[in-house]
Nanobody, 132 residues
C-alpha cells in the first residue's frame, strides 16, 4: 500500500519562507516522479513543481520559478519544496503526488508529470497561508 504524506505548511508573512516535505512509502519501484500541486479557494488544482528520480529532471510553473526549489533526500524517502519570497497569491492547499515509473521512463516532468492525471497517489494536502 502506497502512502503519501505532506507536512510543513503554515502561516507566513509575505516575503517569508516555508519548506514542505513529502514522504512516500510503499513503492516497489526505485524510479518515481513526485509532483507538487496547489489549490486556492474557488480555483482549480494547478501544478507547481515536479521531480523525476531517474534523470533528476525538474519542472516549475512560471508563477514560482526562481522562488521555489524541489529537492529530494533518498535516505529519508522525502521530497522537499523550498518556498522563498512567498506572496499572498501563493496561499493554497498544497498537495504532494507520487507516481511509480518504469526505470526506462525519462523526462516525465516534461509531460505527464506536470498534470494531475500523471499521478496515482496523493497526499491529503497541507495549508499554506501567506499574509500581506
Amino acid at each position: 500500500q502506497v502512502h503519501v504524506v505532506e507536512s510543513g505548511g503554515g502561516l507566513v508573512q509575505a516575503g517569508g519562507s516555508l519548506r514542505l516535505s513529502c514522504t512516500a512509502s510503499g513503492f516497489s519501484s526505485d524510479s518515481y516522479a513526485v509532483g507538487w500541486f496547489r489549490q486556492a479557494p474557488g480555483k482549480e488544482r494547478e501544478g507547481v513543481s515536479c521531480l523525476s528520480s531517474g534523470d533528476g529532471s525538474t519542472y516549475y510553473a512560471d508563477s514560482v520559478k526562481g522562488r521555489f526549489t524541489i529537492s529530494r533526500d533518498n535516505a529519508k524517502n522525502t521530497v522537499y519544496l523550498q518556498m522563498n519570497s512567498l506572496k499572498p497569491e501563493d496561499t493554497a492547499v498544497y498537495y504532494c503526488a507520487a507516481q511509480p515509473l518504469h526505470p526506462q521512463v525519462y523526462y516525465y516532468c516534461s509531460g505527464y508529470g506536470r498534470s494531475r492525471s500523471g499521478y496515482e497517489w496523493w497526499g491529503q494536502g497541507t495549508q499554506v497561508t501567506v499574509s500581506s
